[in-house]
């Protein structure tokens, strides 16, 4: 009878032993259990082969007792979360592999709810009180938070001490309101206290301005993204305006804010593009970022030398595109459709594209001669270092109009700069010169012809009509230059040449007719002019005879 009570210790004793055994020596080969464990102790409610976190294959069959003997608690417990749950419980929307905010490797896999589970709210995550408007402590580096801003505006339009005692101070005060009521965060009902807390119905400055009403005050430009990112990465709040959500993410992917957050304080923000207090919409024409004043807007750092100096970044982009053909199809044509620095290298994920990628940027507008260039010589067959890009022939900012030149000369941008006169590549840089000029001269030569006509008043539709149809394959032609392929481009010259030779027979031939009816009539009026000289001549000799006889009878008479 006690040999069969003393079974169970026996076999409990042989287990732990061979855990004890079993347990690799030095403790810090096993996990530690990264949440305390006093609140937590049912290790199968999470982790088990059917459960949000799975162990591994090994561990299964044993017991939460077994669980803690192997895996000691974290002693410093986990990081609280430093924000808000409101509108922000899904914590893999920035935290993780596709987030703006990573996370540790061993934390790959798991949910919200397990976070939730894990990480206890910290000071400023609770819903907000009014002890609780201070800015929140925070783990990750700061820069990289969205500030929550849980203010509301008690009276935006009405009675408000912040706008009334600006205003009284006068000066840069008062601007800074003047510039807000212009601004489309007016419009919208964002105020003072939005960005920068406080209360806006107390008299009393220190009042107003303190912080158990929560004011921030102008905060340090670490922060400005995360203010700004507090709203503009809320769908709930950004869609009812058609604005997305993801500038927040992008602008710490850009060049701006990796320097923002190793401390670099001369780079961008939001503040600087968008005009501090005075953000218009971005289709307002008086707006910085408006298309037609975006290129100056970016001079106004980028064409600073003393400012750019750290970076080794050159300063004379803004001059070279002013001159370009992109520059000129927006600043002096008004042309919309132009690209401007943000089309090329980002809005809020601003960086300069990596010079493999710059044929990528110029395929958004140019999508056929980027099809072609990947498919062709160019592209194919050659190592990455010898690629010959766009910005090779056409140049990155100071990109002058097209033209059929390229192909003529040995300098810089020429073909022959790299096919030189005698080349290998030199032949087919020729003759696929010589089909491309071909194509153009004959079909301008057609156009002018038909022009000629038109002028003349000879109905041209036919004319007109085979002219249209050899544009298509010449402007294809254009494109399929981008292969380096004489066969390629034939295929469209010799078919653009061929019906814009047809335009011009066509339209000469009517000319020519036109010269022939010219000519017929001038002969018919100069023989209607010769006749009537004639008969003018007869008739004067005639009244000569008439009145000659009729004085002979006078005469006779008397």
């Given at each position: ?11 409990l ?36 082969s059917g ?57 790959t ?19 907000p009180?009014e ?16 500030l ?17 005692c600006h205003?009284e101070?006068?000066g ?22 939005s960005?920068?807390?406080g ?18 005050g ?5 922060r ?7 709203c ?11 604005l ?19 401390g670099?304080e ?9 005009d ?10 008086g ?25 080794n ?36 994920g ?27 010589g ?24 097209a033209?059929l030149?390229?192909?003529v ?64 394959p ?11 392929s004489?066969?390629?481009?034939q ?22 007719d ?43 008479s008397?």
């Open positions: 009878m006690h040999l069969r009570r003393l079974i169970p210790i026996l076999v004793g042989i287990v732990l032993a061979w855990f004890a055994l079993a347990r690799p020596v030095g403790s810090q080969e096993i996990p530690i259990v990264p949440h305390p464990t006093d609140e937590l102790g049912d290790c199968l409610a999470c982790h088990d459960q949000m976190v799975p162990f591994p294959e090994d561990h299964a069959g044993r017991t939460n007792d077994t669980c803690l003997m192997c895996h000691e608690a974290q002693p410093e417990g986990v990081p609280p979360i430093p924000h808000i749950l409101e509108g922000r419980d899904d914590c893999l929307a920035c935290h993780g592999p596709g987030g703006a905010l990573p996370f540790p490797d061993s934390h896999g798991l949910g919200s709810d397990t976070c939730l589970s894990c990480h206890p709210v910290g000071q400023g995550a609770a819903e009180t002890e609780a408007t201070a800015e929140p402590t925070a783990t990750l580096p700061p820069a990289i938070e969205a929550p801003t849980p203010i509301q505006e008690p009276e935006l339009f009405g009675e408000n001490t912040c706008i009334s205003q101070l006068g840069r005060h008062a601007a800074i309101t003047e510039n807000w009521s212009e601004s489309i965060h007016a419009e919208r009902g964002v105020g003072c206290v960005c920068h807390g209360d806006p119905t107390a008299e009393d400055a220190e009042v107003s301005m303190s912080p158990e009403n929560g004011f921030l102008p905060l340090p430009k670490e400005i993204p995360g203010l700004c990112g507090s503009h990465s809320r769908v709930d709040l950004m869609r009812q305006f058609d997305p959500t993801d500038q927040f993410n992008q602008y710490w992917q850009s060049q701006h804010g990796q320097a923002l957050i190793e670099d001369k780079v961008a923000t939001c503040f600087d593009c968008h501090g207090h005075h953000t218009l919409a971005t289709d307002d024409p707006s910085l970022v408006y298309p037609l004043n975006e290129p100056e807007m970016c001079a106004g750092c980028h064409s600073d030398a003393e400012l750019m100096a750290p970076y970044i050159p300063t004379n982009q803004y001059a070279l595109y002013v001159d370009s053909v992109h520059g000129v199809a927006l600043l002096e044509e008004q042309d919309m459709r132009a690209p401007t620095c943000s089309t090329c290298h980002g809005t809020h601003a960086a300069p594209p990596g010079f493999q990628e710059v044929a990528n940027v110029c395929g958004q507008c140019h999508g056929a001669t980027e099809d072609y260039y990947l498919e062709g160019h592209r194919m067959g050659m190592t990455v270092e010898a690629l010959p890009r766009c910005v090779t022939c056409h140049g990155r900012y100071d990109v002058p109009p033209s030149d390229l192909f000369g040995t300098e810089e941008r020429h073909c022959g700069s790299c096919h030189p006169p005698g080349s290998e590549r030199a032949g087919d840089v020729a003759a696929i010169y010589q089909a491309l000029l071909e194509a153009r001269e004959t079909y301008d030569e057609a156009a002018a012809t038909i022009e000629e006509a038109s002028g003349r008043r000879l109905i041209m539709a036919k004319q007109e009509e085979l002219l249209q149809q050899a544009r298509t010449l402007i294809e032609a254009r494109a399929k230059q981008h292969a380096v004489l066969d390629v481009v295929e469209n010259t010799q078919a653009s040449l061929d019906l814009s030779e047809q335009a011009l027979a066509s339209a000469n031939a009517a000319l020519e036109l010269r022939t009816r010219w000519v017929g009539m001038i002969v018919v009026v100069a023989v209607v002019l010769v006749t009537v000289v004639a008969l003018w001549f007869i008739k004067r000799e005639l009244d000569r005879e008439l009145e000659a006889r009729r004085a002979r009878k006078r005469q006779e008397g």
